[in-house]
């Protein structure tokens, strides 16, 4: 049975290691993509980026000042959760103390009167996204999100005569708008398909597949290697200085959709890949999962 | 690309010998400041008062810091990486010439405005790795003290003391030059090619 002192402690842990780690995934392209670099601007920059995250991890300090706000993915047996309000009021204390030990910045507002109520909970924050499987295991995965990154995002409704070729130009307009703004090196996550909800949901979802994950299916897995390839000879490099890494990686997801509908969504995270999950069984025992 | 070690406050001819590319590190006195700064700052100017702080040949650091006070009522910087520099654009080059501010450390550049403000009244952007921001808290030493705090930690005046803050890319020198301009004409050039991979 899980316990809602054990959820607050997990969502503590796992708030804590999202805001002062980068994923290990993320961690191996940015070295690579330092390697890649010639020119000085982007290889200072990268090297910046690197070792802020050896002095963020090393003394347990954010890595950004912008903490983000909190969204998490509920994946697993759901039939683990005893009470969904319990559940739910266990996250919301996890992230209350993370807000204040870690010390995370207080960012979540009212929208329209943009009132700070200090701790960020308030109206659906933390959002909490539950995906039901079969697993013998519920996982939480901490995915706190940036407003740079976040800012950037783009939703579109294509005709489906724009087919392939839309979607395409539709990335790469998003891209070049964004500039260096959310942060480059960045993860492009890109939902096709369903209604305009699910693209952009699915886009954010893509976002959690570590770097150098690919689809399943092959159509789509290359889809994504030619897209990565293509974005890196934008050059608008690391923080739009300029250089040959603007993003990490390309993730895509898709859901079938309507028949005269073609919805398209680009959601993007920012270098530091800010994500941690752990898993939790039946009998109480914690995995803490890697990036 | 020269690489400067400057200390804070600045002179003219200390931001007038930087070209774009070059690398700037900082010691002494830097300001944070942004959306909320530069209206009260520029309203208050507007009525011939003076914001709490003389940012005359100092630096102001586009930030919303993360900081912590500790029992004895001490400030700390916890994450002091900077914020996107745009969302003040509209507002910089009046900040510029009536504060006489000398440097601008930001992430993403500004627009055309704040390049001729700067190569009028002598001035540069300092573009700090985003989201590098315990990298930069470990160069903050000291707290000097907070104006403006009520509105808000993010927002509030943070005087700051800067040990060896860097590396800062010189974004945009007093000259007219920005690197952001010099990287958005190559994308325009490059976007043919990647069009052509992609058969679009």
Known sequence: MLSEDMIEDVVFKLLKRASTSSPPDVVRALNEAYEREDEPVPKMQLKAILKNIEVAQENSLPLCQDTGVHIFFVKGNLKLIPYFKGFEDAIKRGVMKATEEVPLRPNAVHPITRKNPGNNIGVRMPYINYIPTDDPWIEIIAFPKGAGSENMSFMSMLTPSQGLKGIKEFIIESVIKSGGKPCTPTVIGVGIGGTSDIAMHIAKEALLRPIGDRHPEKDIAELEEELLKAINEIGIGPMGLGGKTTVLDVHIEYAYCHTASLPVAVNTQCWTGRRARARIYEDGRIEEMEG | ?200
Request: charged residues 30%.
């Open chain 2, 1 to 200: 690309m020269v690489e400067y070690r400057l200390k804070t406050p600045l002179s003219e001819e200390d931001v007038r010998k930087l070209n774009v590319g070059d690398i700037v590190y900082l010691d002494g006195i830097i300001y944070t400041g942004r959306d909320e700064v530069h209206i009260h700052a520029i309203e208050l100017a507007k009525e011939g008062k003076s914001p709490p702080v003389d940012f005359k040949d100092m630096v102001l650091f586009h930030c919303g810091p993360v900081m912590k006070k500790d029992e004895n009522g001490e400030w700390h910087v916890i994450a002091a990486g900077p914020t996107t520099s745009s969302r003040m654009n509209s507002l910089e080059p009046e900040f510029i010439e009536r504060f006489g501010v000398r440097a601008i450390i930001g992430k993403g550049g500004m627009s055309k405005p704040t390049v001729d403000a700067m190569k009028k009244h002598g001035a540069v952007y300092l573009a700090m790795t985003g989201g590098a921001a315990a990298l930069a808290a470990n160069a903050f030493k000291k707290v000097h003290g907070v104006e403006w705090l009520e509105f808000g930690m993010p927002e509030a005046i943070w005087i700051l003391e800067a040990e060896n803050l860097g590396p800062l890319v010189v974004g945009i020198d007093a000259h007219g030059n920005s690197l952001y301009e010099d990287v958005e004409e190559k994308v325009r050039k490059n976007e043919k090619k990647v069009r052509e991979i992609l058969g679009i």
